[in-house]
C-alpha cells in the first residue's frame, strides 16, 4: 500500500474508531508484519491503516463481521454498490447531502441546529427499519448504520434492530470512505474475517515469525453501549492471554483507557506495569454532548 498523508476511515463509522489515532499508533507498530491480526476489529479503520502481508479481522459481533463481509464482497464494484445504496436513499426519500440539500432541510437547520437531519429522516428512517427487521438485508443494515444514532449497531432481546434515527445522513465523506475501503481490500486481497471471542481466535491461531496482534477491546470505565458485554472476568482473561503470548515471544499491542471520568482502572494500571506503556492523546468524545473529554487518559502497552 502507498503511504497516504491522512488515515482511512472505515465506512461503518463505528464508535471507538481509532482512526484519528492512526498517526500515533503506527509509530508505534512494528514496520515489518506477516499477518495482522485485528482482534476487537470495529469498523476495521486500524486494519485499512495498517501494512501487512495478510490480515485476521475479528469481532464477537457477527452483524458487524457481515457488513465487512458485504463490503469486501462489493469492493470489485464498488462504484456499482454506492448507486444502489442511493437509489434505496431515494426509495426511503431519505436526506442526501452529498447530492441535494433539501429546502425543507436549510428551514429545519434554523429551528433545530443539532437535530435537523432526526427531524427530517425519522419517518423513513422508522420505515427503514422495519423493513430490515423484516427482511434482514445486509445493505439495509449498512445504511441503518450511516443514519443510525452514533452510527450504532443494536438490537433488543428479539433480535430486532431498535436504534433510533441520528442526526446524520450520506455525505461524500461516506461514498470516500466507501471507495477507500474498496481499494484497501482489492490491494490486500488475503483478509480473512472471523465472529469469535478473542481468546478463540487466539488459542485456536497457530502464529508465524513476525505476526503482530492489535487489540482495542471494550474499556471497563467507560460508558459506551458496545463495553456492557464487556467484564472485569473478561479483562483478566486477556492479561493472561497477552502474558502468554508475550512468553511465546509473539509481538502484541493493546489500546485501552487507564481514566476516565475520575475513574480508574485499577487492573489496567498494575498489569501493565511490566510493559511498555505509551500514553495517546485520546479522542474520546461523549455521545451526550460531542465535546472531547479532557479528562480521559488513553494508553498503548506493547
Request: no cysteine; net charge positive; aromatic share 14%.
Amino acid at each position: 500500500m502507498e503511504k497516504k498523508s491522512a488515515p482511512y476511515r472505515s465506512p461503518l463509522f463505528y464508535v471507538g474508531d481509532k482512526y484519528k489515532l492512526m498517526t500515533q499508533l503506527k509509530n508505534v507498530f512494528p514496520t515489518e508484519i506477516e499477518t495482522f491480526f485485528d482482534v476487537f476489529t470495529g469498523g476495521g479503520s486500524v486494519s485499512l491503516n495498517t501494512v501487512a502481508k495478510r490480515y485476521v479481522m475479528n469481532d464477537i459481533n457477527s452483524n458487524v463481521i457481515k457488513l465487512h463481509r458485504m463490503l469486501q464482497k462489493n469492493s470489485h464494484d464498488i462504484h456499482r454498490f454506492i448507486i444502489k445504496m442511493h437509489n434505496l436513499i431515494k426509495k426511503y426519500n431519505l436526506s442526501h447531502s452529498e447530492k441535494l440539500i433539501n429546502p425543507e432541510i436549510i428551514k429545519l437547520k434554523k429551528e433545530y441546529p443539532k437535530t435537523y437531519f432526526a427531524k427530517y429522516n425519522k419517518t423513513s428512517y422508522t420505515q427503514l427499519r422495519e423493513d430490515f427487521n423484516q427482511f434482514r438485508s445486509d445493505e439495509l443494515l449498512y445504511l441503518l448504520v450511516v443514519y443510525g444514532f452514533n452510527h450504532m449497531i443494536r438490537f433488543n432481546k428479539n433480535n430486532e434492530f431498535n436504534l433510533p434515527v441520528g442526526n446524520v445522513d450520506w455525505n461524500k465523506n461516506v461514498t470516500t470512505s466507501l471507495t477507500n475501503y474498496s481499494k484497501w481490500f482489492l490491494n490486500s486481497k488475503k483478509v480473512k474475517l472471523y465472529s469469535l471471542d478473542f481468546e478463540n481466535l487466539i488459542k485456536n491461531t497457530n502464529f508465524q515469525h513476525n505476526d503482530f496482534l492489535y487489540l482495542d477491546p471494550p474499556y471497563l470505565i467507560t460508558n459506551s453501549e458496545y463495553n456492557k458485554i464487556w467484564t472485569t472476568t473478561d479483562e483478566k482473561r486477556m492479561y493472561d492471554l497477552l502474558d502468554t503470548l508475550n512468553d511465546m515471544n509473539i509481538r502484541w499491542g493493546l489500546s485501552n483507557m487507564l481514566s476516565h471520568k475520575n475513574k480508574k482502572n485499577e487492573l489496567l494500571y498494575r498489569w501493565s506495569s511490566k510493559y511498555r506503556v505509551i500514553d495517546i492523546k485520546s479522542n474520546y468524545i461523549s455521545r451526550f454532548d460531542n465535546s472531547l473529554k479532557k479528562d480521559s487518559e488513553e494508553i498503548y502497552i506493547t
